[in-house]
């Protein structure tokens, strides 16, 4: 039969009880019949009982606390017979300080066990949740010895390691984690960090170490802690891994994005300002400068615009190249974007290196590419700026060198051209003048100014073309040249355009029915979704017939969009107005938009009437095949830019239509344009 605790403890009480009751009985009994040596003998056995119970019992403190006081009373009670009264009370003592040890020594007893029990408790929880992180996470556990040699591998750290638990077990952990660097010594410095740290037995948390498992690369995470058992001695490191090549290689590719571009494999804008940056300090330092070109290709919005973004862009991979393949020492070629590149020189001081350079990187942009079996022809412009001359910050110097860009364009392209301080000036008026032209057709200081076309045979006005002039309050006149480009440039062309083909058509109808209108259309006014309806707003409004307004386009309008461009005007002819193609010849080739497109009449350029006057064969042999081709395809011919008498006999015999210059008539006021007529009238009158 089973016996509970209970009574486990009460048969133990007894048998405390029992056990000193006899020794109480003796105490009793014996003083009468012994001396007093032997009492004493006595009493000091039955103190040490009182003493080792303490000790020997202490899993039963109440059977202890028992014992002590019957052994302490039956000793007080033998000694009071006696009448040895102070032993009495020396007894008494003793048996209170041995009631009180005994609590005492039981309460730590008691601590010590449950502490014993919540270590077990935590060693088990721990054991648990380990358990259950290697089997749920990629991460794993190790575990190496005072020699560094692996022990109590688990199967998922094995497997790390790409070999079986038992093939890894007691070998070094570093032979195992650096494959064949292992024999020739030839570590990672991660390896060799991780080296130091366990031979100088010190923790070390998410430690980043390149690792080769079976002749791969790759790159673990290690966080470790060394152990010492109970006596302080060093028992080796225990700690957690896990694989972060991928993790590595995305944060990599981060930060790789974050200084390349990524179609070009140049340094980015981010690199390069950083380079410029660095350049400017160390041309402080030593007293010497340092050089930043901007380069800009030419004619590449044609390209994009006529074979697609794919072709510019495999475009740009060889102009990468090409400029990577000009730097030499201390020269950095990046891409800011677009079609915009830049180069860092760190070290300009020696005499020309700036001009040379933005020399051959012009020359070797403008070599012919072959790219998806187009042969493309693009050039290049160049801005630069030095420092600490031009600039002391890496903003002073990339604004310093754009405006030269700015120069080198606007004088054609294909230049190079340096800042200088005049550049500022310049910037500063191009910007006013933008601010003043944005309030001109509010203010109403745009005006029209007509010049004449006339028949090549009768000399008699056939139409007149419409040009735009503005008077500005702040600035008084301004050049077309210089604020038709400014308007282009910032699109306000095409509220100004609109304003011009109804003011355009507008005049027309003080003029006799049989005299055309001509309105010059720009590129951006002409791919607007919106160009087809403004024309017949302006021709409802106005009243004007379409068969009197004939819209100018020049070439330029086919690198933009030639699918919404060739639209638009389709759209436009089936109003009944005509087509005029201006400036041919001087840009994109338009034959084929020539069969596509029933232009009315193609514009010989001036340049090409004035070679012809000074008698140069390939401006003759141009007019004569422009002239010739306009007659197959049933077209007018207009020269451009007439100036002399002699020029207009050559034009006229050359089979030209209608010829516009100088020599027939200025551009002319609205006014004067109508006085025209009413001298013709008058005169026949």
């Keep these: 039969m089973r016996i509970g605790p209970a009574a486990l403890e009460r048969r133990q009480n007894l048998n405390s009880a029992a056990a000193a009751a006899c020794w109480v009985g003796g105490l009793l009994a014996f003083p009468p019949l012994a001396d007093g040596a032997q009492d004493i003998t006595m009493l000091l056995c039955?103190?040490?009982?009182?003493?080792?119970?303490?000790?020997?019992?202490?899993?039963?403190?109440?059977?202890?606390?028992?014992?002590?006081?019957?052994?302490?009373?039956?000793?007080?009670?033998?000694?009071?017979?006696?009448?040895?009264?102070?032993a009495v009370g020396g007894v008494i003592l003793f048996t209170i300080a041995s009631l009180v040890a005994t609590i005492q020594v039981r309460t730590i007893f008691l601590k010590a066990r449950l502490a014993e029990a919540s270590v077990i408790e935590k060693d088990k929880v721990v054991s648990l949740l380990l358990r259950e992180f290697e089997e749920n996470e990629a991460d794993w556990l190790w575990e190496v010895d005072p020699a560094r040699r692996l022990r109590a591998v688990s199967p998922r750290f094995a497997f790390a390691l790409g070999r079986a638990q038992a093939d890894v077990e007691g070998k070094p952990l570093l032979e195992m984690v650096a494959g064949r660097n292992w024999t020739n010594g030839q570590f990672p410095p991660s390896l060799h960090d991780l080296a130091e740290r366990?031979?100088?037995r010190e923790s070390f948390p998410n430690m980043l170490v390149q690792v080769s498992i079976l002749g791969?690369?790759?790159?673990?995470?290690?966080?470790?802690?060394?152990?010492?058992?109970?006596?302080?001695?060093?028992?080796?490191?225990?700690?957690?891994?896990?694989?972060?090549?991928?993790?590595?290689k995305s944060s990599e590719k981060i930060a790789y994005l974050a200084r390349f571009d990524t179609l070009t494999q140049l340094p980015n804008r981010l690199q390069l300002t950083e380079a410029l940056g660095e350049a400017l300090?160390?041309?402080?330092?030593?007293?010497?400068?340092?050089?930043?070109?901007?380069?800009?290709?030419?004619?590449?919005?044609?390209?994009?615009?006529?074979?697609?973004?794919?072709?510019?862009?495999?475009?740009l991979a060889q102009v990468s190249a090409r400029l990577q393949s000009l730097m030499g020492e201390n020269q950095l070629c990046g891409r800011l974007g677009g079609d915009e590149f830049?180069?860092?020189?760190?070290?300009?001081?020696?005499?020309?290196?700036?001009?040379?350079?933005?020399?051959?990187?012009?020359?070797?942009?403008?070599?012919?590419?072959?790219?998806?079996?187009?042969?493309?022809?693009?050039?290049?412009?160049?801005?630069?700026?030095?420092?600490p001359r031009d600039g002391n910050s890496v903003e002073e110097m990339m604004r310093n060198a754009d405006l030269a860009l700015y120069r080198a364009k606007d004088g054609g392209g294909g230049e190079h051209c340096g800042f200088e301080p005049v550049l500022h000036a310049s910037a500063e008026e191009r910007r006013q003048l933008e601010m003043a032209l944005r309030k001109a057709l509010g203010r109403d200081e745009l005006l029209l100014h007509y010049q004449p076309v006339v028949d090549a045979n009768t000399e008699s006005v056939v139409s007149f073309e419409a040009l735009v002039r503005w008077n500005s309050a702040e600035h008084g006149f301004i050049s077309p040249g210089k604020f038709i480009p400014l308007a282009e440039d910032t699109r306000l062309i095409v509220p100004i355009g609109q304003w011009v083909m109804r003011k355009a058509c507008e005049e027309a109808r003080n003029w006799p029915d049989h005299i055309k209108v001509n309105v010059n259309v720009s590129p951006e006014q002409l791919l607007e979704p919106g160009f087809h309806d403004e024309v017949v707003e302006a021709l409802a409004a106005t009243g004007l017939k379409p068969e009197r307004l004939e819209v100018e386009v020049t070439e330029s309008i086919f690198l933009r969009d030639a699918t919404v461009a060739r639209n638009a005007l389709e759209k436009v002819m089936a109003l009944g107005c005509s087509v005029a193609l201006d400036d041919f010849g001087t840009g994109y080739s338009s034959l084929g938009y020539l069969r596509k497109l029933k232009f009315s009449t193609i514009k010989v350029d001036r340049t090409f009437v004035q070679g012809a006057a000074q008698g140069s064969a390939e401006s003759l042999a141009i007019i004569n095949a422009v002239v010739a081709m306009a007659n197959?395809?049933?077209?007018?011919?207009?020269?451009?830019?007439?100036?002399?008498?002699?020029?207009?006999?050559?034009?006229?015999?050359?089979?030209?239509?209608?010829?516009?210059?100088?020599?027939f008539g200025r551009p002319m006021t609205a006014t004067d344009a109508r006085?025209?007529?009413?001298?013709?009238?008058?005169?026949?009158?």
């Design 46 to 86: 039955v103190l040490v009982l009182m003493i080792s119970s303490t000790f020997v019992f202490s899993t039963s403190p109440l059977s202890v606390l028992i014992y002590i006081a019957m052994l302490g009373a039956g000793a007080a009670l033998s000694l009071a017979l006696d009448w040895q009264w102070p």
């Design 198 to 200: 366990l031979k100088n």
């Design 216 to 248: 791969e690369e790759r790159w673990w995470e290690l966080s470790g802690t060394p152990m010492r058992d109970e006596q302080g001695r060093f028992t080796g490191f225990r700690g957690v891994g896990s694989d972060v090549t991928e993790q590595r």
């Design 281 to 315: 300090r160390y041309a402080v330092q030593w007293r010497t400068r340092c050089a930043l070109l901007m380069v800009d290709l030419d004619r590449f919005k044609a390209v994009n615009d006529s074979l697609g973004h794919m072709t510019g862009d495999k475009l």
């Design 342 to 387: 830049a180069i860092v020189i760190r070290d300009a001081s020696t005499p020309g290196v700036v001009r040379d350079l933005a020399r051959q990187v012009i020359e070797r942009l403008s070599e012919p590419y072959q790219v998806d079996h187009h042969t493309l022809y693009v050039g290049a412009s160049v801005g630069s700026a030095e420092g």
């Design 632 to 663: 197959s395809l049933k077209m007018t011919t207009t020269a451009e830019g007439v100036e002399t008498l002699e020029e207009a006999n050559l034009i006229r015999s050359l089979g030209c239509d209608k010829i516009q210059g100088f020599y």
């Design 675 to 685: 006085g025209l007529f009413k001298a013709v009238r008058e005169r026949r009158a």
